[in-house]
């Protein structure tokens, strides 16, 4: 976030030449409305004497925004500005932006009719549309280069779309905890856990849901539990470093049966520290082992990790780190994600969700009680990447919880 020093306002220079046009705008604004915006000339003047209309009013335009940039063209440095981009239905290029900074600089005392023409001819000049939902004329959008804006189609990652497809998607290809989308949704700052449910409609789940996760596990039921069944092979892998934790994508042919249900091994991915807790400890790190059974209901299995021995498997893993973000690069070799598992393989199970966004609920976790162990060597390699990427602890609200005794 830009904040200004300056004492006084920082359009303030501005306010000579406003003066002066000011004193055209009328004059200016008839004129454009008579000859009905046509040509390159008129439609110049009348973005200077809409610009140096902003200066006069922008104090008004901006008061609910404390803090400023300097001059004009970086008005978009205001704070939030990324967290209003997403929450919008469309993105606002910049164009939008002094469309908009006109509409606000409009004098209240001008007719409302030919202002909307203005208006309208302004926004045809300046290939603004109304935005979309909206039901005043008053919010023109610019289809623009933004690159947040949804109407651009996104080139499809260059991941495996199917791995790192949205969270919770009901394509029983496209499962991922942790999407590489246009949300910027983080771990701190803005778009941190507070606001995940503001970005997006669709993440709405992250802020009303009553099931979330992680929790702090403590006071489950002990009951014999059926073992997991692992039916984990070696195989090919690729990784991909999604700008929220490094994941590794599998092949198809792994799986659990849980329930007398079968769930397909799809990806995995980290953690540091652990989100879960267990009696209110965190751990160095977690891997959580994500699959998805036919129907596409979500199956996660935790396995806590704690500094010791190196682990082989994160050691294959952390070998075959990518270079670039956002780009599921296959690794040489294969991979025995079994050997990620621990000896005593007893768990805590309750229902919860994803815990990053769209935070989706219905998934069946599985937290197993014996960490594994990983090096202090290991763990600085994830902590240079990624020093804290847990989803703050969410409230158990009454929900059972079942161990094996
Ligand atoms: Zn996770």
């Excluded at 409609?201 to 849901?209: M, Q």
């Excluded at 995995?268 to 596409?296: A, C, Q, T, Y």
């Excluded at 935070?359 to 763990?379: A, I, N, R, T, Y």
Aim: with cysteine.
């Amino acid at each position: 976030m830009y904040r200004p020093i300056f004492p006084r306002h920082p359009l303030a220079f501005l306010s000579p030449i406003s003066r002066t046009a000011g004193n055209c705008r009328h004059a200016l604004q008839r004129l454009a409305a008579r000859m009905g915006v046509t040509g390159l000339f008129p439609v110049s003047l009348l973005a200077i004497g809409a610009l140096a209309a902003l200066a006069m009013v922008a104090p008004d335009a901006r008061a609910n925004e404390p803090a400023s940039a300097p001059a004009p063209k970086e008005a978009k440095a205001e704070p939030k500005a990324e967290t209003r981009t997403e929450a919008r239905p469309a993105a606002t290029a910049q164009k939008g932006e002094k469309a908009e900074k006109a509409e606000k600089a409009e004098p209240a005392d001008a007719p409302p009719e030919a202002m909307d023409r203005l208006r309208e001819k302004l926004a045809q000049r300046l290939g603004a549309v109304r935005a979309p939902g909206s039901k005043s004329p008053n919010d023109l959008q610019v289809a623009g280069k933004n690159p947040e804006a949804p109407q651009v189609p996104r080139p499809a990652a260059k991941a495996k779309p199917a791995r790192a497809g949205a969270d919770g998607a009901l394509d029983p290809h496209a499962v991922a905890l942790h999407p590489a989308g246009p949300a910027h949704w983080a771990y701190n700052g803005a778009g941190g856990p507070d606001t995940w449910a503001s970005l997006k409609p669709e993440f709405a789940a992250c802020g009303t849901g009553q099931r979330q996760s992680p929790i702090d596990i403590r006071d489950g039921i002990q009951v014999q539990m059926p073992a997991i069944q692992f039916d984990y092979k070696p195989s090919g892998f690729s990784v991909i470093d999604n700008g929220h934790t490094v994941q590794v994508n599998l092949p198809a042919g792994s799986g659990i049966t849980v329930n007398n249900r079968r769930y397909d091994l799809l990806q995995f991915h980290f953690h540091r520290p652990s989100e879960e807790r267990i009696n209110g400890k965190p751990f160095d790190m977690v891997v959580h082992l994500v699959h998805k059974d036919p129907e596409g209901k979500l199956a996660v299995v935790a396995v806590l990790l704690e500094r010791g021995s190196a682990q082989p498997v994160v050691q294959a893993v952390w070998n075959a780190l990518p270079l670039e973000k956002n780009e599921d690069t296959p690794a040489p070799g294969s991979l025995d994600v079994s050997q990620l598992l621990p000896k005593d393989q007893r768990f805590y199970t309750y229902m919860g969700s994803l815990t990053t966004p769209p935070c989706s609920e219905g998934v069946l976790w599985m937290v197993m009680k014996q960490p594994v162990q990983l090096s202090v060597d290991q763990l600085n390699i994830f902590s240079r990447m990624y020093p804290m990427n847990a989803r703050p602890i969410q409230p158990s609200a009454g929900r059972m919880i079942k161990e094996s005794s």
